[in-house]
């Protein structure tokens, strides 16, 4: 049972370049999520859904977009990457809204 | 707006101590709280989960307490040991959405 698995683990970006992370679980879970990590700030919400097929903004999400067009994968894309993205991205589900939550092992994302 | 604290930023314990890590909150109307514990360089793993109608939780050496009306939980640690070394982070879900709002975290250092 793999969990939840982002992909991928590293990447280096230069200011204006797109990417897109991806997210799996195979827990049939309804709920995911998108959340960055930075220094002295815990983590925000960038990100979440609900179900397949929808999306909702979190917390910070202007610069990202997100898609759920299957159940098991939610994915996080930076349209024109800026240095203030800098930051780690953590991908996390939970079956529901009252369920213990899982994540993955992050992927540190560096905008030169 | 939800806030979540714990005191302190940083803690260092010899090894085989019993110690409590805390976290407050500043509204009581949450859903759930959730400690999880984050090694370096990983993900986060999920340790306990208090309902908002509980009191306490126990796995192991760990025992998470909530007290919604005062807006504190605490995790107690017994018998500590070299590999509880991590940072200690506790989440509440707020009853109006989905969010999880993050304290910043304890780092736990256990001395051998």
């Known amino acids: 049972n793999a969990g939840v698995t982002q992909t991928p683990k590293f990447r280096v970006l230069k200011t204006g370049q797109s990417m897109t992370l991806l997210c799996a679980q195979d827990?049939?879970?309804?709920?995911m999520y998108w959340y960055r990590q930075d220094p002295g700030m815990g983590l925000r919400l960038i990100h979440y859904?609900?179900?397949?097929?929808?999306?909702a903004k979190g917390e910070v999400p202007d610069g990202y977009n997100v898609s759920r067009l299957k159940k098991q994968n939610f994915l996080l894309g930076l349209e024109s990457a800026a240095p203030s993205q800098t930051s780690v991205y953590f991908c996390?589900?939970?079956?529901?809204?009252?369920?213990?939550?899982?994540f993955g092992q992050g992927t540190r994302l560096t905008v030169v | 707006k939800q806030e979540v604290t714990q005191i302190p930023a940083a803690l260092s314990v010899p090894e085989g101590e019993n110690l409590v890590l805390n976290c407050s909150f500043t509204?009581?109307?949450?859903?759930?709280l959730q400690w999880f514990r984050q090694d370096p360089g990983k993900g986060l793993t999920s340790l306990l989960l208090?309902?908002?109608s509980q009191r306490e939780q126990t796995s192991g050496r760990l025992n998470a307490s909530l007290d919604k009306s005062s807006g504190r939980s605490t995790l107690y640690i017994a018998a500590s040991q070299p590999g509880d070394s991590a940072t200690y982070l506790c989440?509440?879900?707020?009853?109006?959405?989905?969010?999880?709002?993050w304290g910043a975290g304890t780092k736990l250092i256990i001395k051998p």
């Open positions: 989440a509440v879900r707020q009853d109006s959405n989905y969010q999880l709002i």
């Open positions: 509204d009581s109307a949450i859903y759930n």
């Open positions: 859904s609900v179900g397949e097929g929808t999306t």
């Open positions: 996390a589900s939970n079956l529901y809204r009252d369920t213990e939550a899982f």
């Open positions: 827990m049939n879970h309804e709920y």
């Open positions: 208090i309902q908002s």
